[in-house]
C-alpha cells in the first residue's frame, strides 16, 4: 500500500514563527502536492514538484515556500505564520497522470 | 479560470435512502475526474472517469460522466451509517499534473 506520512497531526503555533510540515512518500512517486482545506472552499493547491528541486506555484502560493530536497519528501514551509493560515493542510503523492493521488493523513495547524 | 461545482453542499438522509451528488466543471484540456471520500483526515481515492457515458461501479457506489453537459454524478445506494463523509470531485486536465477540486458535499447517513 502507498503511504504518504505528514510529521505531525495537530499543530498550534505562534503568529510570525516559521512553520515546517513534512511529508514524506514511499512509493517513489515524481509528484507531490501540498493543499490547504478549508469549510466550503474543498483543498485548494499551494505548491507541487514534479522532481526532486523542482516546485511551481499552485492557485495560493502566497505566505508560502516549499522544499525537495530528495524524491520522497516534500516540505511545506510557513515563513511567518499569520492567523489566516490556520487550516488542514493535506499532503499528496502520485505519478504524472496516472489517476489518483494518494494522500496523507493531515495536519491541522492553528496558528494563535 | 477553471471551476468545479459541486452539489448540494450538504444532505442528511436515513438509512437505506439513495444518495445523487453532483460535480459540474468548466476546464480546459479535460483528461479526468476523479471522486473522493474522505471520512476522517486523509481522501481516498473512489473513481476516476475519462470517457463520456461510461458507469462505473463499486459495490453500492456508482458514477457517471457526461463530457458533453460538462459533469458527473456519484450516486449512493442503500445508504449505510458508514457512508457519512465529505465527498470531493477533482478535475485532471491533459498535460497538466495536478488537481483542482470542488468544495466537497457533505453527507450525512442517519440510523
Known amino acids: 500500500d502507498v503511504k504518504v506520512t505528514q510529521s505531525s497531526r495537530y499543530l498550534v503555533k505562534r503568529t510570525g514563527e516559521k512553520v515546517f510540515l513534512e511529508c514524506v512518500q514511499d512509493m517513489d512517486h515524481e509528484n507531490m502536492f501540498w493543499y490547504r482545506q478549508d469549510p466550503g472552499l474543498g483543498l485548494r493547491l499551494i505548491y507541487f514538484?514534479?522532481?526532486?528541486?523542482?516546485?511551481e506555484k499552485g492557485d495560493i502560493p502566497e505566505g508560502y515556500s516549499v522544499s525537495r530536497e530528495k524524491k520522497e519528501r516534500f516540505s511545506l514551509i510557513l515563513e511567518s505564520a499569520s492567523t489566516n493560515q490556520t487550516s488542514m493542510y493535506l499532503c499528496?503523492?502520485?505519478?504524472?497522470?496516472?489517476?489518483?493521488?494518494?494522500f496523507g493523513q493531515g495536519t491541522r495547524l492553528t496558528v494563535v | 479560470e477553471d471551476k468545479v461545482v459541486q452539489s448540494p453542499l450538504s444532505l442528511v438522509v436515513h438509512e437505506g435512502d439513495t444518495v445523487t451528488l453532483n460535480c459540474s466543471y468548466e476546464?480546459?484540456?479535460?483528461?479526468?475526474l476523479l471522486w473522493y471520500k474522505q471520512e476522517k483526515k486523509a481522501p481516498t481515492f473512489l473513481f476516476m472517469l475519462?470517457?463520456?457515458?461510461i458507469e462505473k461501479k463499486s459495490g453500492r457506489l456508482s458514477s457517471i460522466l457526461d463530457k458533453k453537459e460538462l459533469f458527473s454524478i456519484l450516486n449512493i445506494t442503500a445508504t449505510q451509517t458508514g457512508d457519512s463523509a465529505v465527498y470531493l470531485c477533482?478535475?485532471?486536465?491533459?498535460?497538466?499534473?495536478?488537481?483542482?477540486f470542488g468544495a466537497g458535499t457533505t453527507v450525512t447517513v442517519r440510523a
Open positions: 477533482a478535475v485532471e486536465k491533459d498535460g497538466d499534473y495536478k488537481l483542482s
Open positions: 514538484s514534479y522532481d526532486v528541486k523542482m516546485k
Open positions: 475519462t470517457s463520456s457515458g
Open positions: 476546464v480546459t484540456n479535460f483528461r479526468s
Open positions: 499528496a503523492s502520485g505519478e504524472y497522470q496516472t489517476d489518483e493521488a494518494f
